[in-house]
């Protein structure tokens, strides 16, 4: 099975002299002074809706990028339509037909389409160029080559045929459509959660988030450059809530694939519960949530090694990302060390304008993000917590919140527990002999269960932390960040309140989007129904 899986895309680096770094300039000056029209998208037809919303550059506020065209109730009815209208020719396709969309999608976006979902993603999201291009190129490629490459595997898994008769597995899509909710974080994500069940032949509703318009818009685009049918993905920006509510009376509502916060998930599988008895079958929930992820460190491991997977693991993209370092848990006799090289590094880190290329963090997404985090920093402040870095924030050009590392004087602080969701890291320091109760506090804190890290380099500290927090993470990582996990190396998701752990970039996300169907023929069939022992 691995000899048939493909290479994971080769990450460009945009060092000076290289093209792909003129090349991504060239790209973010084709937006100066324009405003793209971001239509709705309903069986191939591009419409607009029930009015426009205009979508702001995070890290230069007053600058508009788009304008954004919201679905009402009846473009809504209109994109279930056209999905259940979609499903059948579709779902008749051969497998290699469907498979070579996406295949030419990833190619496209590997060539002359990278760097145009590179420059969206950059300015829409406040990525700096690098993180775009681990994202919106990479990770999205590799979703689609991988993706095909599980569901022919996925395919290939038959049952036995004994002598007499032919067994056969048919994987069928789902009944229906499927609604695909995505997050404004990760263009990959939000191109991977409609991809995937369309690639198993389902049709699909996509309501991308506002803030990641842009190069949610161009992924359409790239699709319908590939070859996508009319009607397979449906696109249907607007108010989440109205949507979510026409989406789920539908009875052929099939299917839902979710990345957000946990609350929108919880409340989204309480609207499916409420409706279930009016469905023609029973719908697939798939969501990955939200996440306090966790670095924790023995007294034997190597300290600078910590200090940068720290820095790296919470504020690279201003630790927006559901695996992001939030909760750090640090040896009294390491301690001195790990802070010294990391408030040292911060003070060389550089935030501004992602366009600037030697800026390491761009803004937070949009005023509510920043007010949150604002928020959490100063009830930290509030109550007593040390802040050792940051702790400021400004909003006058763009949504700006520096690197902030608090000190909490006691393991259950607010900040240890609950999500934030920005650039902010809390450390807890423990006593070194103290390393087998502080894996049981680092379990027991917080809800989630996405990602988390161990440093040493005593094998018998890493082989008790693996132990002891099986359960406390969906991704592990021994001596790396708890970040950066690669498509068809670490399939991605958590358990607990993280979400319901399908992992992503795996064979075992794609087996979710089928209603397996076996099939038994009989070579020979029965002429009398007497049985031996009867005689």
């Not at 304008?67 to 579709?90: D, K, N, Y």
């Not at 990525?127 to 595997?153: G, H, M, P, S, W």
């Not at 996509?206 to 685009?221: H, I």
């Not at 870095?389 to 902030?404: L, S």
Request: net charge neutral; charged share 20%; aromatic share 10%.
């Amino acid at each position: 099975m691995q000899a048939n899986l493909p290479l994971n895309e080769p990450v460009l680096d945009y060092a000076p002299g290289a093209p792909e770094r003129a090349a991504i300039a060239a790209a973010l000056r084709r937006h100066d002074g324009v405003v793209t029209e971001i239509p709705l998208l309903i069986g191939g037809e591009r419409l607009y809706g029930i009015g426009t919303q205009s979508l702001h550059v995070p890290h230069h506020h007053a600058r508009v990028l788009a304008s954004v065209s919201q679905a009402g109730t009846a473009e809504v009815q209109r994109a279930v339509a056209a999905a259940v209208a979609a499903q059948h020719a579709w779902a008749a396709l051969p497998f290699d037909a469907r498979a070579a969309i996406f295949l030419r999608a990833a190619d496209l976006l590997a060539g002359p389409w990278r760097q145009r979902l590179n420059a969206a993603t950059m300015l829409g999201q406040s990525k700096t160029v690098y993180q775009a291009e681990i994202d919106a190129a990479c990770e999205l490629i590799d979703f689609l080559r991988f993706n095909v490459a599980f569901a022919r595997d996925l395919q290939q898994q038959q049952p036995l045929s004994p002598r007499g008769m032919r067994n056969m597995m048919d994987y069928r899509p789902l009944e229906g459509f499927v609604y695909a909710v995505t997050p404004f974080n990760f263009t990959a994500i939000a191109g991977n959660l409609p991809c995937a069940p369309a690639l198993l032949g389902n049709t699909v509703v996509w309501k991308p988030a506002f803030t990641a318009s842009l190069s949610n818009y161009l992924v359409m685009e790239l699709l319908e450059a590939a070859g996508l049918p009319p009607g397979v993905i449906n696109f249907v920006p607007g108010p989440a809530a109205a949507i979510s509510a026409a989406v789920l009376d539908s009875p052929d509502f099939a299917g839902l694939h979710f990345t957000g916060s946990t609350e929108v998930f919880d409340d989204l599988w309480q609207q499916v519960a409420h409706r279930l008895s009016r469905y023609r079958g029973y719908p697939r929930l798939v969501g990955e949530t939200g996440g306090k992820d966790f670095v924790v460190a023995h007294r034997s491991a190597d300290a600078e090694a910590v200090a940068v997977a720290l820095l790296r693991g919470a504020f690279e993209y201003q630790g927006q990302k559901c695996s992001a370092a939030s909760r750090a848990y640090l040896p009294a006799s390491l301690w001195p060390r790990i802070k010294a090289r990391l408030l040292d590094d911060l003070g060389t880190l550089r935030m501004g304008d992602v366009e600037d290329l030697g800026n390491f963090m761009g803004a937070v997404i949009d005023r509510k993000a920043f007010q949150r985090i604002a928020g959490h920093i100063d009830g930290a402040r509030a109550a007593g917590h040390a802040i050792l870095a940051g702790g400021q924030y400004d909003d006058r050009h763009g949504y700006f919140v520096p690197p902030t590392v608090i000190q909490v004087s006691e393991p259950q602080a607010v900040t240890m527990r609950e999500e934030i969701f920005g650039p902010v890291l809390s450390v807890m320091v423990y006593p070194d002999h103290a390393w087998t109760e502080v894996l049981s506090t680092v379990d027991a804190t917080s809800p989630y269960a996405l990602t988390g890290a161990v440093f040493a380099t005593e094998r018998a500290a890493l082989e008790e932390a693996a132990r002891c927090l099986r359960f406390s993470a969906g991704n592990f990582y021994l001596n790396d960040k708890p970040t950066g996990a690669v498509v068809g190396q670490q399939p991605f998701g958590g358990g607990r309140r993280s979400g319901t752990n399908d992992k992503a970039g795996s064979i075992l996300n794609l087996q979710r989007w089928t209603s397996p169907r076996t099939l038994k023929e009989t070579w020979v069939p029965a002429t009398d129904y007497r049985y031996p022992y009867m005689t």
